[in-house]
């Protein structure tokens, strides 16, 4: 069985511009979260969808990012426009209920010049 | 808010040491606890967790017990390997679910043969 894909593992972009970060769940997996590293700091929750609803997004920083996740299966996390502070790694991960374990991917490094 | 604080990295230690990782948290009610490990090229995985006070949660030879009068859950290993390497994320869950999470700054550890 797949783990959780995220895609792409690196990008590099000039402050200003935009990128959408893409992450694939394990399959049948309802939850999925996504959170992020900003450099030496503390990995924080930015939002959790059930299906294709945002259940809580009260981590989004502002509102500079925008997640979906269309049909209810793969999600992307657009930030637009990028600005320094956002370079960091962007996790996502996936549960099947919300009492089972929560599975990461290796996350989406994004670094902002 | 809730808050988590591990030990500051990088640790460096010999292969077949004792390893203590140190966590402390401040929270409102009784989150449950859990230790995530990230290895290179890999995503968070879910070491161990403890769901109530004193519970011990155990895996790979890693223990982790959950303190309330120290509000703290170290993580110990007694004899280390190189394939330990990795990085140490302490978190506590927030809400209903275990699956928002709040995590500590992370712990790099290296195992020298």
């Known amino acids: 069985e797949a783990g959780v894909t995220q895609f792409p593992s690196h990008s590099v972009i000039e402050k200003g511009q935009t990128v959408t970060l893409r992450c694939d769940p394990i399959?049948?997996?309802?939850?999925l979260y996504w959170y992020r590293r900003v450099m030496g700091k503390e990995i924080k929750f930015l939002l959790h969808?059930?299906?294709?609803?945002?259940?809580?997004e009260s981590g989004m920083p502002n509102n500079r990012f925008l997640a979906e996740r269309t049909g209810g299966t793969y999600s992307t996390l657009k930030v637009q426009p990028a600005e320094l502070e956002d370079s960091g790694v962007y996790f996502c991960?996936?549960?099947?209920?919300?009492?089972?374990?929560?599975?990461f991917g290796e996350g989406s490094r994004l670094t902002v010049l | 808010g809730n808050s988590v604080t591990q030990m500051e990295g990088p640790v460096t230690l010999s292969e077949e040491a004792f390893l203590t990782i140190n966590c402390t948290y401040t929270?409102?009610?009784?989150?449950?606890l859990f230790w995530y490990v990230q290895y290179p090229g890999e995503g968070l995985q879910l070491l161990l967790k403890?769901?109530?006070?004193?519970d011990k949660g155990s895996n790979k030879g890693f223990e982790a017990t959950y303190r309330k009068e120290t509000t703290s859950f170290h993580l110990e290993k007694g004899s280390v390997q190189v394939s330990d390497s990795a990085v140490y994320f302490c978190?506590?869950?927030?809400?209903?679910?275990?699956?928002?999470?709040?995590f500590g700054q992370g712990t790099r550890l290296t195992i020298n043969p």
């Open positions: 991960a996936s549960s099947q209920d919300l009492s089972g374990e929560l599975f």
């Open positions: 399959s049948g997996h309802d939850n």
């Open positions: 969808f059930v299906k294709e609803s945002k259940q809580d």
């Open positions: 929270a409102t009610g009784y989150p449950s």
């Open positions: 403890a769901t109530k006070a004193d």
């Open positions: 978190a506590l869950s927030e809400g209903w679910g275990a699956q928002k999470l709040v």
